[in-house]
Every structure is written in C-alpha cells, then in structure tokens.
Nanobody, 124 residues
Framework: QVQLVESGGGTVQPGESLRLTCTIF????????IGWFRQAPGKEREGIAG????????IYEDYAKGRFTISRDSATNKVYLQIDNLKPEDTAVYYC?????????????????WGQGTQVTVSS
C-alpha cells in the first residue's frame, strides 16, 4: 500500500515561485513512476510531469517545459515540483500520484495511488 501526501500549496502573486512536495509512504517503490497533475475549476485533470525511481529520468508535458521542474530526494521519498513565474492560469489543485509498475509517463488513468491534493491560487 502506498500513500502520498502533497504540501506546499498556497496563495501567491503572479511571477512568484512555489515548491510543492509529495511525501510518499510505503514500500515497493523501486520501479515506481511518480507524476504531478493538476485540476483547475471546471476543467479536466491534466498531467504536468513525471519522474522515474528506476533511473531519475523525467518527462514533461509540452506546456510545462521551462517553468515546471520535477525532482526527488531518494533518501526521504519526497518528490518536488518547482513552479516558477506563476500565472493566474496555474490556479488549480495539484496532485501527485504513483504508478508502481509502469515506466515514465503522465497518463493519469494508469496511476493507481493518489494524494489528496494541495491548492495553488495565483492572484494579485
């Protein structure tokens, strides 16, 4: 069983940065892929980025390249999402998720374990 807990969300002004943290509890993570997703009000959940615990390789959706950075601390089982130059359209609930078997991807339906989400609001 794997549990994920997101933290680090909040209300920020446009242009500021945030680092979201996904803390992962459980075992069997050696081959896991951890993804970050977001869901804005009235919109479908969308993928942002993923990182493989096998080799630390990363993948990004096209819109996320440049302002979003995914990374991990293998010693503490934390995965981070750095978001720079935040824009009002980044306002959403941000989720992390774990796929324990598949390699690197951001296909949400393949992820079996999800956190509860953390709210990010970008407003002046």
């Amino acid at each position: 069983q794997v549990q994920l807990v997101e933290s680090g969300g909040g209300t920020v002004q446009p242009g500021e940065s945030l680092r979201l943290t996904c803390t992962i509890f459980g075992t069997g993570l050696e081959r896991a892929c951890i993804g970050w997703f977001r869901q804005a009000p009235g919109k479908e959940r969308e993928g942002i980025a993923g990182i493989s615990f096998r080799d630390d390789k990363t993948i990004y959706e096209d819109y996320a390249k440049g302002r979003f950075t995914i990374s991990r601390d293998s010693a503490t089982n934390k995965v981070y999402l750095q978001i720079d130059n935040l824009k009002p359209e980044d306002t959403a609930v941000y989720y992390c998720a774990a796929d324990l078997t598949s390699y690197l991807h951001t296909v949400s339906v393949w992820y079996e374990n999800w956190g509860q989400g953390t709210q990010v609001t970008v407003s002046s």
